[in-house]
């Protein structure tokens, strides 16, 4: 029986996991060996607890990783790829909206020759702000880490033993988990799935969530931040060029024009801004390859429960 691993970054889900990992259980006991590993990523609510109970109820098939703050999602999945050992893992969230029964359709799919399978909605029962907010992610992926244009970056996926092996390589603090997947292979596959209204509870994504893995994938898997700086100061300096042969010739042929106050202090903001913004980009990757040589880590595990604990 082939041994497949799920992985769950837990975040306030001590009213769904439980759930969730039973479902799991009821459909895929009897095709596969499961490796479970659950990641509390320092949820303020009773997590822990639920999955110390879910480790002594299933204690051969489940590992529970307390972190000792919270990193993040893709910290926590990172996490979760270091200890699973399944030749095929599946990447799930724990709120209930994809249903365990749709995970034998992944692996189907991987079966035929893929790395990872991402998976699709007829229909997303997310709620407007989160399917906004996925829309510009996935929009971004498209321009900066030339994702193909029909390809969604779904957190419910599948990927091989060996293409997880290779995105925990990434020492990095930030992991942006798409990313890495997205520069180490080109064997993508797409499976539609159902997705479900979330049973309970509030979607996690908050606006300062989406705006940190945003700059994961600005900042740690793309350059283009730094081009798109560079035309900016290009067209600005053939502005100002331009702006300084009109002033020069309107000068010459109309000696009486007063040169106006107002002008030149919105001009000295203007570029100054840009100056800064500029220097603030720059700051950003110096920042973080100076963290990243400094070994900041991407997670600590506080505790952790398993057969592989030992």
Known sequence: MRKLSIVIPVY?????????????????????????????????????EVLKELHNKYPQNIQAINLSRNFGEHNAVMAGYFHAKGEIIVNIDDDLQNPPSEIHKLVSKIDQGHEVVYTSYKQKKHHYFRNLGSKFTNAMATLMLKKPKDLYLSSFRAITAQLKNEIIKYKGPYPYID?????NTARIGVQEVIHHTRESGESNYTLVKLLRLWSYMFLNFSVYPLRVASLFGTAFALLGFTGAIFVIIEKIFYPETQIGWSSLIISITL???????ILGLLGEYIGRVFLTQNQIPQYTIYEKLGNHSD
């Open 12 to 48: 306030n889900g001590e009213s769904s996991i439980h759930k969730l990992v039973d479902q799991l259980f009821e459909h895929l006991e009897s095709t596969y060996d499961l490796d479970i590993v659950l990641v509390n990523d320092f949820s303020p609510d009773n997590s822990w």
């Open 179 to 183: 990313g890495l997947i997205l520069r």
């Open 271 to 277: 570029f100054s801004g840009i100056q800064l913004i």
